[in-house]
């Protein structure tokens, strides 16, 4: 089926309170098995190509964003590309041509002034190329490597009312929240912040996001779609899943040599995995 657009299924997942997932893809296999995943759960998903991924890739977009959307353009499910955690100028304007729907653009590391001025011109640039523009206010920590940002530290959660004026004057067209979660966590010991995220779901009128889901376990990220946040970005438990099946097969077979036997693994662990965690945020029944 024909790509879909990540606003679309983030608007279809907000009137059912329910969340799409998005999920952090650096290989093929991550994509196969993401698509494989939201096929087994019979539900939409988003592939997202995080500015991270590019560098890693020798900061060319393209092999992964054509195989990516080459994969989506065959799936049984509508799957959207999201370019995601984007700071670099040149990387944000191939989105659309690279087949992007959407982009987050990422200022949050910014002062409030600098963050609101930055993503309103980024977002009046988006909008004239049809794409849909998610940005953050406050900071998620554990960004690059970095340790997670102390509670109480200036930015760790998004203010209601500063994050009201965030969106109506920049334009965003979803907006990520610092609620407690952090990125690259690999345990699942998060908690977050419901009375914060209610304040933000009442006094917004764009959806939420949650960044670093991999920490949060499976309840609180069901409450946390409950109260209101309508896209789920999760890359280090694909991660985690992938690098585990990998170390079980390969201490299995010490003498084994070609790749698809492990990457195999790794790609089944991944794919079970995410029909697992949308069984979390959009449970059929
Ligand atoms: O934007 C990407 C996510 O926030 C992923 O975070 O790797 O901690 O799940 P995670
Ligand atoms: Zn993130």
Redesign the pocket.
């Known amino acids: 089926m024909p790509l879909a657009r990540t606003g679309d299924l983030v608007a279809e997942a907000a009137a059912k309170r329910t969340a799409v997932a998005?999920f952090?893809v650096i290989t093929l296999e991550h994509v196969e098995a993401v698509i494989a995943g939201a096929e087994a759960a019979t539900s939409p998903v988003v592939l997202?190509v995080?500015e991270n991924a590019v560098k890693f890739r020798h900061g060319r977009l393209l092999p992964l964003a054509r195989a990516a959307a080459t994969a989506a353009g065959a799936a049984a499910v509508p799957v959207a590309l999201h370019l995601?955690?984007v700071k670099q100028d040149a990387l944000l304007r191939q989105a659309a041509d690279a087949g992007f729907s959407s982009v987050?653009y990422d200022a949050a590391h910014l002062p409030y002034r600098q963050n609101l001025a930055a993503t309103r011109a980024v977002a009046d640039w988006a909008h004239t190329q049809g794409l849909w523009i998610e940005a953050e206010l406050g900071e998620?920590g554990?960004k690059g490597g970095r340790p997670p940002l102390d509670a109480h530290a200036p930015g760790a959660r998004t203010h209601p009312e500063e994050a009201r004026r965030f969106v109506a004057e920049s334009g965003v067209d979803a907006l990520a929240v610092a609620i407690g979660?952090?990125?690259?966590?690999t345990t699942r010991t998060a908690a977050l912040d419901h009375h914060l995220l209610g304040l933000l779901d009442r006094g917004l009128n764009v959806p939420l996001v949650?960044?670093?889901?991999?920490?949060v376990p499976d309840d609180e990220l069901a409450a946390a779609v409950g109260g209101g946040i309508a896209k789920v970005?999760?890359?280090?438990?694909l991660?985690i899943a992938m690098t585990g099946a990998i170390r079980t097969h390969l201490a299995d077979h010490p003498d084994g040599v070609d790749p698809r036997a492990y990457l195999t693994e790794g790609r089944r662990a991944m794919a079970d995995a995410v029909t697992r965690l949308i069984g979390v945020l959009a449970p059929t029944v």
């Open positions: 998005a952090n997202q995080s995601d955690h987050m998620v554990g979660s952090s990125h690259a966590m949650l960044h670093g889901s991999s920490g970005n999760i890359g280090t438990a991660n």
